[in-house]
């Protein structure tokens, strides 16, 4: 199927590679004492983003184990998802990472082709505490780490109660100016459904969904190919309300209020969610054991919880530690919220329809 993640993070094109201690800047000090001896020394290779999210992780999974094991962590950064399977793709048999952190589709279109190991789940023992449906994903191939969540995104200035419903992209009064994402994006899927079910129909029945959907077409100012032209059109006053769009993009911009930007979960109808996902190539330069560690460190509850207060993403581990200023912020996801509210879509099914759905929301928005 199309993958979000392909198009949202091409705009980043950087490709770097990174000793975790010069990215991990400004990390909390951490006592360096190894938990044991067995990893002192070794070398872990991972691929992971290079915008805020792989940064992030660099700071609050990879220099975390570094010294909590003694284990160096070198790490390779990348602009998108696509890029990180055409690089593994690529390198044939040749070992080049043992651990990469990458978009559920990614994971699927490797797993696919073969080159990732199936985990042995009873060598991460977090996921003990992992919900079953974020437990895998690829078909047991990718272990759940994150959860990437779409929320409505508004103007602090010119919308002044947060959107409880989704219904509010419709209410004229409410809000003028709209963006919605672009058509190749999974967003734009999870916005046809739920349009169709505000108009009476559902993710079987479209439909009604597509008619409603060309009534905001009048409003829509763009289809926010790139969240950082998103955040810039908010900051002019461009832009009132819009979505689906995850306030994963905006970690910096959320917190500056020249931006004057919003973000809610609140929307009764819950808030939709896509599995992120760490992976294991089927060759790797390093060792399994310290592979299976550096997993099961990336859902340790307080790495968890730094992860999603510091770039929004959604905790998998029920048991993350948010802390009770962070439970405050409206764009923070808290182990209950996500239980409560969280949309995880059907991807299989998804995957059948998707190409027809992205021509007709095209049309709707390109004539």
């Known amino acids: 199927m199309g993958d979000h993640d392909f198009s949202r993070r091409q705009f980043i094109k950087t490709v770097g590679v990174a000793t975790v201690a010069s990215a991990a800047l400004g990390m909390p000090f951490i006592s360096a004492r190894a938990d044991d001896g067995r990893f002192q ?45 055409a690089r593994l793709k690529a390198a044939g048999d040749r070992p080049q990472y043992d651990v990469i952190t990458l978009a559920g589709v990614g994971a699927e279109g490797l797993a696919n082709a073969g080159l990732l190991e199936k985990p042995d789940l009873n060598r ?47 209410d004229k009064d409410y809000a003028s100016n709209l963006f919605l994402p672009p058509p190749n994006w999974t967003e734009a899927m999870d916005l046809i459904i739920i ?20 009534e905001l077409k009048d409003r829509v100012v763009t289809l926010g190919e790139n ?61 399994t054991d310290l592979a299976y560690a550096f997993i099961d460190h990336s859902l340790d509850p307080a790495v968890q919880g730094k992860m999603a207060e510091e770039i929004y993403n959604g905790p998998v581990n029920a048991k993350a530690i948010i802390s009770a200023e962070a439970r405050k912020s409206p764009f923070i996801l808290t182990p209950e919220q996500i239980h409560d509210k969280a949309i995880i879509h059907d991807n299989a099914y998804l995957a059948t329809v998707h190409d027809q759905w992205i021509k007709r929301y095209t049309e709707i928005f390109s004539s």
Not at 66 to 74: C, F, H, L, P, R
Not at 141 to 158: D, E, F, K, P, Q
Request: charged residues 20%; proline residues 6%; contains cysteine.
């Open 41 to 85: 020394g070794k070398t872990l290779r991972l691929l992971t983003w290079s915008d805020d999210t792989g940064l992030a992780a660099l700071r609050n999974i990879a220099a975390t184990f570094e010294a909590k094991t003694g284990a160096k962590v070198i790490a390779d950064r990348t602009g998108s998802t696509s890029e990180m399977v």
């Open 124 to 170: 991460i023992p977090n996921l003990a505490d992992v919900p079953e449906k974020y437990r895998t994903g690829a078909n047991g191939h990718g272990i759940g780490y994150l959860l990437w969540c779409n929320s409505l995104v508004y103007s602090t200035r010119t919308v002044k109660e947060p959107p409880t419903s989704y219904a509010a992209l419709w």
């Open 195 to 214: 349009a169709a079910k505000l108009a009476g129909g559902d993710e079987r029945n479209v439909e009604p969904g597509f008619k409603k959907l060309a």
């Open 227 to 287: 969240p950082n032209q998103i955040a810039e059109l908010f900051r002019t006053g461009s832009l009132d309300l819009g979505g689906l769009y995850a306030p994963a993009f905006f970690p910096k911009q959320l917190r500056d209020p020249s931006y004057g930007l919003g973000a809610t979960f609140g929307m009764k109808e819950g808030f939709y969610t896509d599995l992120m996902q760490t992976v294991m190539p089927k060759t790797r330069p390093g060792d």
